[in-house]
């Protein structure tokens, strides 16, 4: 039995990795809609608090909906739970946002806080179960990382002003949307023909 476990083991990966390139457009636009999240929160600094979270709520619904339609198209029997759990707890912070969009900025602050390390999680256990599978699963591994660095970072920071969190929440966005962008064009060269 010991035998059969392990040589399944390099087949789960690989099927992962086969799920993600037939999908690698999702992954895509979650990158874009990413940046195009940043770029707005950057532009419009001043933005009244309403305004952030409904844009940040506005961001992490339609990111947490492109994951789990990531989770459930992949095609195969491959694990996909991370991306279900990434999706949920997007879903999840879009709709509170959406449903009390007048919260304090502390709470904003810790929904945003809370999600960008869940987030950050799932995609590091996503890149090691692939890391035998892509050459490049570091772009994934470095979003994941900056994802836990700006959860931790607002969590241990949370007296930060509108303004301050626009801008660090803008930053993150652009430059979480670029390596998601970037993991998204790597793993459509995995693609089958």
Excluded: C
């Excluded at 001043?46 to 961001?59: C, E, H, N, R, V």
């Excluded at 007048?102 to 799932?122: D, H």
């Excluded at 890391?131 to 931790?152: C, N, P, S």
């Amino acid at each position: 039995m010991a035998m059969s476990h392990a040589a399944q083991a390099p087949v789960l990966p690989h099927l992962m990795l086969q799920a993600l390139a037939k999908n690698w457009w999702l992954l895509l636009i979650r990158g874009l809609v990413g940046i195009l999240f940043g770029v707005l929160a950057i532009a419009w600094p001043g933005l009244t608090l309403l305004f952030l979270a409904i844009l940040y709520g506005a961001f992490a619904l339609v990111d947490g909906i492109l994951a789990v339609s990531a989770a459930i198209r992949g095609g195969t029997l491959t694990p996909r739970w991370w991306l279900a759990i990434l999706g949920i707890a997007g879903i999840a912070a879009g709709v509170l946002a959406f449903a009390w969009p007048g919260i304090t900025a502390l709470i904003l602050l810790y929904f945003i806080a809370a999600w960008a390390i869940i987030m950050g999680v799932t995609q590091i256990m996503g890149a090691i179960a692939l890391r035998k599978e892509i050459d490049d699963e570091w772009l994934l591994i470095a979003g994941g990382t900056l994802a836990i660095l700006f959860g931790v970072a607002l969590f241990a920071r949370p007296g930060a002003g509108a303004l301050a969190l626009a801008l660090v929440i803008g930053a993150f966005a652009i430059a979480h949307g670029i390596l998601f962008v970037l993991f998204a064009l790597r793993v459509r060269s995995f693609q089958k023909s």
